[in-house]
């Protein structure tokens, strides 16, 4: 099992930057993709980014391609979602999550879930 923390969130201006970052531990790190999800106040949670085990590989919803970058430090146990250019859509609460099935975007996928962090942005 791995227990996962997230930090980070925050509230900023709309064109403003934040760093996700979610710390793993229990567990080898590298056994687990990773991802990153949000959900906005009366909607489902969805998928913003995965990482493969071994970080060759990412993936990003059609909405952040270009604008966030998923990332993973071994030596930290962490992955970090850098996010640039938010906008006032990008307002959720971002879960980290775990994976020993691949990962990739599908919420179905992922096996362990942080607690989230608030992001808000405001225009």
């Known amino acids: 099992q791995v227990q996962l923390v997230e930090s980070g969130g925050g509230l900023v201006q709309a064109g403003g930057s934040l760093r996700l970052s979610c710390a793993a531990s229990g567990r080898t790190f590298r056994d687990y993709a990773m991802g990153w999800f949000l959900q906005a106040p009366g909607k489902e949670r969805e998928s913003v980014a995965g990482?493969?085990?071994?970080?060759?590989?990412?993936y990003y919803a059609d909405s952040v391609k270009g604008r966030f970058t998923i990332s993973r430090d071994y030596a930290k146990n962490t992955v970090y979602l850098q996010m640039n250019s938010l906008k006032p859509e990008d307002t959720a609460v971002y879960y980290c999550?775990?994976?020993?099935?691949?990962?990739?975007?599908?919420?179905?996928?992922?096996?362990?879930w942080g607690q989230g962090t608030q992001v808000t942005v405001s225009s």
């Open positions: 990482i493969s085990r071994l970080g060759t590989s990412t």
């Open positions: 999550a775990a994976s020993v099935r691949g990962g990739g975007l599908a919420l179905s996928s992922y096996d362990y």
